[in-house]
Structures are given as C-alpha cells and as structure tokens.
C-alpha cells in the first residue's frame, strides 16, 4: 500500500471506539414506548447506530430528514440520549489494549465523530479516554461533517501531523469515503456496526480488522500507507 510510517490514527468513536447501541436503543425505544409501541430489539437498531439520531428515527418511527415531524422527533430524542449516554456504553474488548500499544509506539491518536460535541465530550471523560486522545473533533466542530473531509483534516491539523501519513479507522461508509476525500487510509472495523446498506468490501477500503487489536499487526513493522 505504499511506503512511509505512520504519523497518527485517528478512530471513530461509535461502533469503532465504544459500544453506545444499547444507550441509543434504549433512547429511541422510550420515544416509542411514550407512543404506546412496543420497543424494537437491540439487534434491529444496532447495525443503525453509526447513522446517528437518522438512523434511530427511520427504523423506529420510518421517519427521515425531509419528514415534517423529523425535527422534533430529532429534538426529542437527543434529549433523552443525553439523559441516558452512560448506561451501558463500554469501550470495546481490547480498545484500551490498542490504544495503549500505539501510546507505547509513540504513534499519536485521536478521535473523529459525527457525535454533536454536548456528547462526545462527557462520554469519552466517562470512558477515561478524554486525558489521552490526542483531538476530539466531534460532528459539529466544522462546518461539514462526515462523510465530507474537513473533520479529519482538522484533526490532522490539530495533532501536527500531514493527512497522508494518517489512518482512520470506522465502522461506517461514510468513514471510508472521508477517510480517502482527506487522502488518509481507510480501515474498516468489522466489529463495528457497519450500517444495512453496502457490505464493507464495497466501501473501496484495502483494509479490514475483525478486532482491534488486529490494528496493530497492520501498523508494523511492514509500513501500510497509501501511495
């Protein structure tokens, strides 16, 4: 894939970072719950969870941004996400394992997420990663979020290093389509949510882990950068 080291790996948070479906889930099924419906299962909402309040509000309710009562039903459901973020969000096995491999390897880190900032903030203190990340660029620090270019460049900009030196790993299209806008290498986590659209093969990543820590093995000591 090229040659050079990596200068910094820059991750979602997620479905790539952190599992917060269950919290999302249980946002969007007290929404329904207020309607009279029954809540949807966790596996139904899961594989929506990197689409964002979007994703829960068209599953739950078949609602999309051009409905009338998208808005407030978006409103609504932020509310009560912000209520209940830390209930059962957990890091994923073995993302502590690989952040603190990259740490030992001096490789710089940091996290990109369409996550509106009055989230992200307070779940990656409550997730202890807040002292240790590199950047937070969250969905509303630029003016476009992702899958357009200009988070992942703030990032690189924030941490000093060039884009092309840069990884960024996702678990989401949108991801891999930022990722190459910005001329950073993509690499998909399976492990992920992935969303219920194109399979990952399809994104036009050259890179895929089925678990974190597979990152590392990718990192080194053979350099993977793109040309």
Not at 3 to 21: E, H, I, P
Not at 205 to 226: K, S, W
């Amino acid at each position: 894939m090229g040659s050079g080291a990596v200068g910094a790996v820059l991750f979602d948070l997620d479905g790539t970072l952190a599992d917060t479906a269950a919290d999302l889930a249980y946002a969007v099924n007290l929404q329904r719950q207020a309607r009279g419906l029954e809540g949807l299962p966790l596996h139904v909402l899961r594989p929506l969870v990197s689409q964002g309040a979007r994703g829960m509000l068209r599953a739950a309710f078949g609602l999309s941004p051009q409905s009338p009562d998208y808005a407030r039903y978006r409103d609504e459901f932020l509310d009560l996400y912000a209520q209940n973020l830390r209930r059962e969000t957990v890091l994923f096995p073995e993302v502590s394992a690989l952040l603190a491999g990259l740490e030992a390897q001096g490789i710089a880190w940091g996290i990109v997420t369409n996550k509106l900032a009055r989230f992200a903030e307070p779940l990656i203190e409550f997730l202890g990663l807040a002292a240790r990340a590199g950047c937070l660029v969250s969905g509303d620090t630029c003016a476009r979020a992702k899958p357009f270019p200009d988070p992942l460049l703030e990032a690189s900009r924030r941490l000093g290093v060039t884009p092309e030196v840069c990884v960024y790993v996702g678990d989401d299209e949108r991801d891999v389509e930022a990722s190459v806008a910005a001329g950073m290498t993509p690499v998909v986590a399976l492990y992920g949510y992935l969303g219920d659209a194109s399979p990952p093969t399809a994104w036009g990543a050259d890179h895929r882990i089925e678990r974190p820590l597979d990152l590392l093995n990718l990192l080194g000591p053979a350099p993977f950068m793109r040309e």
